[in-house]
C-alpha cells in the first residue's frame, strides 16, 4: 500500500514555507551550490568583485578631491575607509558588510586561479616596458618601465604573474591595441602593487596591498587582500564587464527572445521553459506565478511563489527568491 499522502492530482502536499520581509530564501536541490562559492572560470574570473573597482582588506584610503570612482568601493575585514566621500564615488561603498565580505572571498578565488595558469610566456628581465604583447599568460613580471601595448580581440585574454611586487614607473603606460578589452587584462601581484603610471589598464589582483601614484588613472579593479588600497588624486574606472548581481545571476536576465525562445537553458516569458541550467527574472509584480520546473530523479520540481520580483537561478535546480512571503513547494511523482 502506498503511504506518500499523495493527492488525487499526483503531488504530495504541498510545504509552505513563511517568509519575513523584507527576506531571502534558498532552495539548494541535488548539487546545487551558492553563487559566491563558485570555482572561477575562463568566462568569469572575477564572480562577485566585479562590480568593484576598489576593494581593501585593511583600509581603503584617499587623499585628493580629486579622486573619482566608477564602481563600487568595498572593504573586508577591515574597519576604515577614510578620505573618500560619497559624491566621489559613483557606486555603492560597502564598509565591512555581507557584500564586501562575498566580494573579497571572490577575489581571493579569483587571484588563486590566475596564479595556478600556467605560463605561455616569461619576461626574463622582468620588465614589460617597450613591449607589445599579444594574449597570454605571462610570469616573472616585476615592472613597467615605458610602454606596453596589448594588441588583440575583444576576447582575448592577458595574465600577468608577479612572483613578489608589481611597480608600475612613473611615466609607463598600458595601452590597448585592435579590439583588446580592460575587462580581459589581469595581473596577479604575490605581495604588492604600486602603479605610479601616465596609464594603467586591468584587474589587479594583489595577495597584500595596492598603492596608486598621485594623478595616475586606472582604467580596471584594484583588489587587495590583506593589505590597504591607497589611493592620490586618482580616477578610478572599472570596466563594464558583464556584472554579477548578489545572487550570482548574469545581469543579462535570461529570459529569452521575444518569439518565446529560451536562451542559456533558461525560460522564455510564454516560451517553453529550458533544462534548469540558466536562469530568469520575473519583475512582472502583482502577484503573477513564476513557475521552475527542474527534472530529478524520481519526478519534476515546481515551485511556485506570488510575489513580486522573484529571482530564479536554474543552476542545478538552486532557486532564490527575495522579499516573499510564501512559497510553494511540491513534487510531482513520476508516472502518476
Avoid at 613580471?141 to 611597480?167: E, M, N, Y
Wanted: hydrophobic share 35%.
Amino acid at each position: 500500500m502506498n503511504t506518500s499522502h499523495q493527492s488525487r492530482s499526483g503531488f504530495r502536499r504541498p510545504i509552505l514555507v513563511a517568509l519575513g520581509l523584507p527576506a531571502a530564501l534558498a532552495i539548494g536541490l541535488a548539487g546545487s551550490t551558492a553563487a559566491y562559492a563558485a570555482a572561477p572560470t575562463d568566462g568569469d574570473i572575477l564572480g562577485l568583485a566585479s562590480g568593484y573597482a576598489v576593494l581593501g582588506g585593511s583600509t581603503v584610503t584617499n587623499d585628493g578631491a580629486g579622486t573619482d570612482i566608477t564602481g563600487d568601493v568595498g572593504l573586508s575585514p577591515g574597519t576604515a575607509i577614510t578620505g573618500l566621500l560619497a559624491e566621489q564615488v559613483h557606486g555603492t561603498i560597502h564598509t565591512t558588510d555581507a557584500d564586501a565580505a562575498d566580494a573579497q572571498l571572490a577575489s581571493q578565488a579569483g587571484y588563486t586561479f590566475l596564479q595556478n595558469k600556467g605560463a605561455t610566456g616569461t619576461e626574463a628581465d622582468g620588465d614589460l616596458g617597450g613591449s607589445d604583447l599579444g594574449p597570454g599568460v605571462y610570469d616573472n613580471i616585476a615592472q613597467i618601465d615605458g610602454k606596453l601595448t596589448l594588441t588583440g580581440g575583444a576576447d582575448d585574454v592577458w595574465i600577468f604573474q608577479s612572483p613578489s611586487a608589481l611597480t608600475a614607473m612613473v611615466g609607463s603606460e598600458v595601452e590597448l591595441a585592435g579590439e583588446a578589452s580592460a575587462c580581459n587584462v589581469y595581473w596577479q601581484v604575490t605581495s604588492s602593487a604600486t602603479l605610479n603610471g601616465a596609464s594603467f589598464v586591468g584587474n589587479v589582483f594583489a595577495l597584500t596591498s595596492i598603492s596608486v601614484g598621485t594623478n595616475a588613472p586606472v582604467t580596471g579593479r584594484l583588489l587587495a587582500q590583506s593589505g590597504a588600497v591607497t589611493l592620490l588624486n586618482n580616477v578610478i574606472s572599472a570596466p563594464d564587464c558583464g556584472t554579477v548581481d548578489d545572487g550570482g545571476a548574469p545581469a543579462d536576465d535570461g529570459s529569452g527572445t521575444d518569439d518565446g525562445t529560451p536562451t542559456d537553458g533558461g525560460s522564455a516569458d510564454g516560451g517553453t521553459e529550458g533544462d534548469g541550467t540558466g536562469t530568469g527574472t520575473d519583475a512582472s509584480g502583482g502577484g503573477t506565478t513564476t513557475t521552475v520546473e527542474d527534472s530529478t530523479a524520481g519526478g519534476t520540481l515546481l515551485a511556485e511563489t506570488g510575489i513580486d520580483g522573484g529571482l530564479m537561478i536554474g543552476s542545478a535546480g538552486l532557486l532564490v527568491l527575495t522579499g516573499g512571503v510564501l512559497l510553494v513547494a511540491r513534487r510531482r511523482i513520476a508516472n502518476s
